[in-house]
């Protein structure tokens, strides 16, 4: 009788294994099945791939082209619009953004032309692309026109992201006779003074781009975050909540205290904050020094976000990365924001640990 009875609970407990792994099983063939089809494109070959802009910068040449001698250095009170056309090679190295259009397609990033657009157009075009997804990039100091559409695109291109992206391009960086090696001081106050006028531009652009109904990823670097945090937390502050999917802060030159006096009001901003940041960020520590003040990327636990330290894998691509301060567009932060944009959430992402209890980050991003 025993022996019947055991052999009925092992028979149910066999049935309800097979059901439990058959569900898993089935949940993980789902996951891939989702991952499969919301990447349509595999971005395994060279391509020319649309980077829509927004930039206050004025116009230097009515020539219809995204060189460095197109959009300049002065705020603008007219926004231009349009789309850049660029060639994205199958064979950069991660991080590397090599221009020269007389070279290997495959080897070099290229600009293959630009179409220029009004306000209405533009977000026409961004509302009527087939993926339910935006990609917002905002750059940081000393950043000309040219080099924030091709980052755009890489990180587009290495994401293998399948929305429209946008590069928000407020007037960063400096005539080539005025980047002298003194006068980096200069620079960095002229491009302070840029970013705090590109506030309300900016608020204007992120409401009407939040209004299409989209998911809208924001990511920004270094001083970009000048332009983009007190924005995001007035409108915010407003009553508009959850208007951002992802906000990906990596390395902010921005106040501690001042991040933390508005971040109430940019949790309500975003379904998630992810905040890269870096002891060793040279940069960072220049700017404390300029400001008086410890910067927001340079590791201190905030509630509500995400803070990972990624010292240990900051390493230097072709200059990139050598101030400890261009790691946002590298591949392990960019395999890190992979999974940022599929939701899984920071304690199940590939290669992060969690960091000590005295440590100013939450998270540690392995080497």
Same mark, same amino acid.
């Given at each position: ?14 049935i ?31 391509k ?74 533009? +977000? @026409?075009?961004?509302?009527? &692309?087939?993926?339910?997804?935006? !990609?917002?990039?905002?750059? =940081?100091? #000393?950043v ?34 005025l ?16 970013a ?66 508005? +971040? @109430?009001?940019?949790?309500? &901003?975003?379904?998630?904050?992810? !905040?890269?940041?870096?002891? =060793?960020? #040279? ?30 894998v ?27 944009l ?6 199940r ?9 005295k ?9």
């Amino acid at each position: 009788m025993n022996l019947v009875k055991n052999n009925k609970k092992h028979s149910i407990f066999l049935i309800f294994l097979l059901v439990l792994l058959n569900s898993l099983f089935s949940c993980t063939t789902k996951i891939g099945e989702q991952i499969n089809k919301r990447i349509v494109d595999p971005f395994d070959e060279t391509k020319i791939l649309n980077v829509h802009f927004v930039t206050t910068r004025r116009e230097m040449t009515m020539k219809d082209n995204c060189d460095p001698l197109s959009f300049g250095f002065i705020t603008d009170i007219n926004p231009h619009y349009g789309i850049c056309l660029v060639n994205i090679p199958s064979k950069h190295i991660i991080g590397d953004i090599s221009l020269d259009n007389a070279q290997d397609k495959n080897q070099f990033f290229q600009f293959k032309g630009r179409i220029n657009t009004d306000d209405k157009e533009f +977000l @026409s075009k961004i509302k009527s &692309s087939a993926s339910n997804e935006v !990609l917002v990039f905002v750059h =940081g100091f #000393n950043v000309n026109f040219d080099e924030a559409v091709l980052r755009a695109g890489q990180i587009k291109y290495d994401l293998k992201f399948p929305g429209e992206v946008v590069v928000y391009s407020w007037p960063a960086g400096a005539d080539a006779g005025l980047l002298g090696q003194v006068m980096v001081k200069s620079t960095y106050d002229l491009n302070f003074t840029e970013a705090k006028i590109n506030r309300e531009p900016f608020a204007k652009f992120l409401t009407d781009i939040t209004g299409l109904g989209k998911k809208i990823h924001l990511v920004v670097h270094s001083m970009g975050h000048q332009v983009v945090l007190p924005s995001v937390a007035t409108l915010a502050k407003q009553g508009k909540n959850k208007f951002l999917s992802e906000l990906i802060l990596n390395a902010p030159d921005f106040d501690k205290n001042e991040f933390e006096f508005i +971040l @109430s009001d940019l949790t309500k &901003s975003s379904e998630r904050i992810t !905040l890269y940041c870096s002891p =060793g960020d #040279n940069a960072l520590v220049a700017s404390q020094k300029v400001n008086g003040a410890p910067r927001a990327g340079m590791c201190f636990k905030y509630s509500g976000v995400d803070v990972i330290n990624v010292n240990e894998v900051d390493d230097p691509v072709f200059g990139v990365g050598g101030l400890g301060h261009g790691y946002y567009s590298s591949r392990p932060i960019l395999t890190d924001i992979y999974q940022v944009l599929l939701g899984v959430s920071v304690e199940r992402r590939l290669f992060i640990r969690k960091s000590g209890p005295k440590n100013g980050e939450n998270f540690v991003l392995r080497k």
